[in-house]
């Protein structure tokens, strides 16, 4: 369980924040009306007299465009005296680049807004980031439309300090300020008009604002380049609790390592870090040199060079080796299980051999999956004929038969109350993933039953090793039949939760045909696109 929160402590730190909050800076209105807002800048024109006259929304004047009626002009004024409504052209005042409009015409949904998030410090040496939007309304009357700014997200930071008041309607009480538990990433907001949102900016996010707060070393703006702005309260809430550790990652180069920490998405080969410390030797478990080699790299060769100096590997190819084991396989544990047993070299010859053989398909993946089924098994790996047997594919399936009769001996009894309550969840994964060429259907596994006929059936490990992490949602495993025998196992195929494929395996452990892996690559195109009548309908899952 996490730790409790202190809400009396957070409304006691909002209403200090809230009572020492600065406006907003004097010069917002230019800022956001060139950057943001930029785009929204028009010239409404009519016509009094035969004379056509245009009203800049940016410098609020309004201009002759008729250049009958001016005494000097140019070939552009007389170019842009030319353009009609959503034109592109030029207010002849401030001459600024505008978008003409008929004021005659309706402009009831003329709405721009963007999303900005506005830095700066506070008295008491902390800093404060509000998110929020901003917008012109030209609905009503275009005369003198004000650009206004509709906050979302405070986020105060300090030494120590970080945490996140949220507006949000209260029933009765209207709109409030409340602490969240988290800082959270204030981006993809809806805009007024619909769901599609733009580019997020940022104010004043300068050394030049920090300079008299805790954050005067923050190297955010010279060193540090983040790729979201959204990023930049969480980065800041980093800061705040390792400013030590953070700041020295950035200035030696590993800015990634940072960026990682502070956004959602992980890398699966991503160097461990221990954020208590505040060397970056120390925090990467790194030596000087690793440290001087790896800065500005890759998050997976600085993963890949942690995981052979914690083994004591020091050759390039063997480390080599390793990153590109991670390029391709999901996990550095894989490589650490099979580096207790095994050294590099030895690692390399035998998948090498086992990956080339002509008695069935094998990979380094199966290797993995087989040193842990012998684990499972208790097998004595120190035994070269169990870590290194003649005949790989006839060992795996071996164990895999074992562990099949043992895990079905125990769970058979329980998997019926498990397929019951994940039948709700499998016709989810039906509505997203069936589909059939006519020749081919794929769909996803009923439970934990089919999925032992499955691996008895085709003689693999789909039930031995997945059928858990598949019931949990840690992955989706699919079947691939033929229509004309749509209960007989034919095909097995993992899929990983982003959607990409990471095994499809038949008979005996066998890789796809060039039919199969067609029909893979056709429904993999087919997930991106909406699904059609045809293509809806497929055979069921049976009852086991």
């Not at 058979?412 to 989810?428: L, P, W």
């Not at 008979?507 to 029909?519: S, Y």
Request: charged content about 25%; glycine content about 6%.
């Amino acid at each position: 369980m996490g730790k409790k929160r202190d809400t009396k402590a957070e409304n006691a730190l909002m209403k200090k924040v809230f009572d020492m909050l600065p406006p907003l800076p004097a010069n917002i209105n230019e800022w956001a009306n060139e950057n943001p807002l930029g785009y929204s800048k028009y010239l409404f024109t009519r016509r009094v007299n035969g004379v056509r006259y245009g009203y800049c929304t940016h410098c609020n004047t309004e201009s002759v465009l008729s250049t009958s009626a001016m005494q000097t002009y140019t070939w552009e004024d007389s170019e842009n005296e030319q353009h009609r409504h959503n034109d592109k052209g030029f207010c002849p005042n401030c001459r600024s680049r505008v978008v003409f409009k008929d004021a005659g015409r309706g402009h009831k949904k003329l709405w721009d807004d963007a999303y900005i998030m506005v830095l700066q410090p506070m008295p008491d040496g902390g800093i404060v980031v509000s998110a929020a939007f901003c917008a012109r309304d030209y609905t009503k009357d275009y005369h003198n439309v004000q650009t206004k700014y509709d906050p979302q997200y405070i986020m105060y930071f300090n030494e120590g300090q970080a945490i996140t008041f949220r507006k949000s309607y209260v029933y009765n009480y209207g709109y409030q300020w409340i602490p969240m538990a988290s800082i959270p990433e204030p981006g993809n907001p809806q805009n007024f008009w619909g769901s599609v949102t733009y580019k997020t900016y940022c104010m004043d996010c300068t050394p030049e604002t920090l300079q008299n707060t805790f954050f005067r070393y923050c190297p955010i703006s010279n060193s540090m380049k983040i790729k979201k702005p959204q990023l930049m309260g969480k980065f800041f809430a980093l800061y705040a609790k390792h400013p030590v550790l953070v700041e020295r990652l950035i200035k030696q180069g590993f800015i990634k390592v940072v960026e990682e920490k502070i956004s959602r998405y992980k890398n699966g080969a991503s160097p461990v870090v221990d954020w208590k410390k505040t060397t970056v030797a120390e925090a990467l478990n790194l030596d000087k040199s690793g440290v001087r080699a790896y800065a500005k790299k890759s998050l997976r060769e600085m993963a890949a060079y942690q995981l052979a100096y914690k083994f004591g590997i020091l050759n390039p190819a063997d480390i080599e080796w390793i990153n590109e084991k991670m390029t391709t396989h999901d996990s550095p544990k894989d490589l650490s299980l099979l580096l207790k047993y095994a050294s590099v070299t030895k690692l390399r010859q035998y998948t090498n051999k086992i990956t080339k053989t002509k008695k069935g398909y094998a990979s380094f993946g199966d290797y993995v999956d087989y040193i842990r089924q012998c684990q499972q098994l208790k097998l004595d790996l120190k035994q070269k004929s169990i870590l290194y047997p003649q005949d790989f594919v006839q060992a795996h399936a071996q164990n895999t038969a074992m562990l099949a009769e043992i895990k079905a001996e125990k769970e058979m009894k329980a998997a019926a109350e498990i397929d019951a309550a994940f039948a709700v969840k499998c016709k989810r994964l039906a509505k997203k993933y069936e589909y059939t060429d006519g020749t081919l259907l794929i769909r996803p596994a009923a439970g934990k039953r089919e999925l032992f006929v499955e691996g008895k059936t085709l003689g693999h490990c789909v039930y031995t090793d997945y059928a858990d992490s598949y019931i949990k949602g840690e992955l989706i495993i699919l079947f691939i039949r033929k229509v004309s025998n749509p209960n007989i196992p034919y095909y097995t195929l993992e899929l990983s939760k982003e959607g990409k494929i990471r095994q499809c395996r038949g008979k005996g452990n066998c890789a796809m045909t060039a039919g199969v892996k067609a029909f893979a690559d056709k429904w993999q195109e087919e997930l991106e696109a909406p699904k059609t009548k045809q293509n809806k309908k497929v055979a069921s899952a049976p009852a086991v």
